[in-house]
């Protein structure tokens, strides 16, 4: 009774839900098979198409469609249908049919030729081909899910494994190696790996990983180990193929790399007589030069009181390892702006000038009207051409105050605001 009960329920349960079809429904979308990687497929929702299903079997009515390349000899394949699972409703058919085709014209039910016999089976069984398959052929299995039999009216319903073996599409795995010249590193050095990938004439692709953390991945061996910022393993999984894609991973090789940096920090300006702090930074034990004008030139932020510009470099060590990076400060006017011009064709001050712009090249000058209008934009100031001549789109701007921000793309201390009146 409990085990009716049972049955009722499942029964109940399978006719009040609507399962969606099988992606794999129809022969235009088979799924493709991968020697040796076990698929999971099912019959339960399938249905039949009289331009693409073939009745080699029986009259087909619940079918799906894979599909396999043979490999480039050719041979024997078999297709192995395994871990069969049935609906146990008895108005279900209890067994499936399966056979491999070939097709000139692919999922033409006109064109096909069937190459194995027709298997039929409510458990485990296999589909050998019955002759030797051609070489670099694209073939397709048609599995049904039988009607037939005493009290069936629906059919059948069936989970299982699938898999494609043989000679015929049996396929070299692909093996790599990896190798390097050095595996003691400066933190930013950068060292050869040599990557050597065989047995795969399809395309690949290259996935690095660095202390088990994905480092980069594409489609060349191209890997930069400048970009290690500590000690760990690397190792490297490539794909190859495209529809079926085998794998292999590397032996991990151990990079012992030793953290150095140097930052000297941005670029400083005082006034004749003033004193700055440098900002320097790293990883390392610090020295700058020329120390003569610095408070203590072994620590990374001493104060500098230079009388001329000046330009410090850092140095950092850490063991063999070493760093450097520079700093300028600027003592005195950096650049000098004016107030004011007179653009009235007299060629005299006829263009707002900024003395030692040709320092700075990177340079932009950007200015604005009263009402916050940009009236002029540039990028380097260095020769007259780019120089604002008043104007505005080629017209004449009126007498009046004009708001400036000069930015000499050297940092935060390299921006100048201020106001320039046109005067006639």
Known sequence: MLKQILLLGYIIGINCVALAQPANDDCSSAEQLCVDQV?????????????EDNAFCTTNSATV???????????????DITNLSFNPDVSYGQSIDAVIFSASTPCDQTTYTPVSNCFNGSSDFSVPS????????????????????????????ADF?????????????????????????CQGDSV?????????????????????????????SDINTGDFNNSGWLK?????????VYTDTTDSIYFDVTAIAADAGPDKFIQDGDVVTLEGSGSGVPFWTPGTSLTD????????????????????????????????????????????????????????????????????????????????????????????????????????????????????????????SIIK
């Open 130 to 157: 019955a002759i030797a398959l051609n070489p670099n052929t694209t073939y397709y299995v048609m599995i049904n899910g039988t009607n037939s039999g005493a009290g069936v009216t629906n059919s059948a319903e």
């Open 236 to 244: 490297l999984l490539v794909n190859c193929g495209d529809a079926c």
């Open 297 to 420: 030139p072994n620590i990374f932020q001493p104060s500098a009181n230079p009388t001329s510009n000046t330009t410090y470099f850092l140095t950092v060590t850490n063991g063999s390892c070493v760093a450097t990076d520079s700093v300028n400060v600027f003592v005195g006017e950096v650049v000098i702006i004016f107030s004011a011009f007179s653009p009235n064709g007299d060629d005299i001050n006829d263009k707002w000038v900024i003395k030692n712009a040709s320092n700075y090249p990177d340079m932009e000058v950007t200015i604005y009207d009263r009402s916050g209008q940009r009236v002029f934009n540039t990028t380097g100031y260095s020769t007259q051409d780019k120089w604002w001549d008043g104007t505005y789109k080629g017209k004449p701007l009126p007498v009046s105050t004009y708001y400036y921000v000069v930015d000499l793309k050297i940092g935060e201390d390299g921006i100048f605001k201020g106001h320039v």
């Open 39 to 51: 698929i999971t497929g099912s019959t339960a929702s399938a249905t039949s198409n009289s331009s």
């Open 65 to 79: 469609w894979y599909t396999f390349t043979t490999n480039s000899t050719g041979g024997n394949v078999s297709v």
């Open 192 to 220: 050869e790996i040599i990557t050597t990938v065989a047995n795969c004439s399809s395309s690949l692709t290259y996935n690095w990983y660095y202390n088990n953390a994905l480092f980069s991945s594409g489609t060349t």
């Open 161 to 185: 494994d699938i898999t494609v073996s043989g000679a015929g599409v049996s396929s070299s795995y692909p093996t790599g190696s990896i190798s390097a010249a050095d595996t003691s590193l």
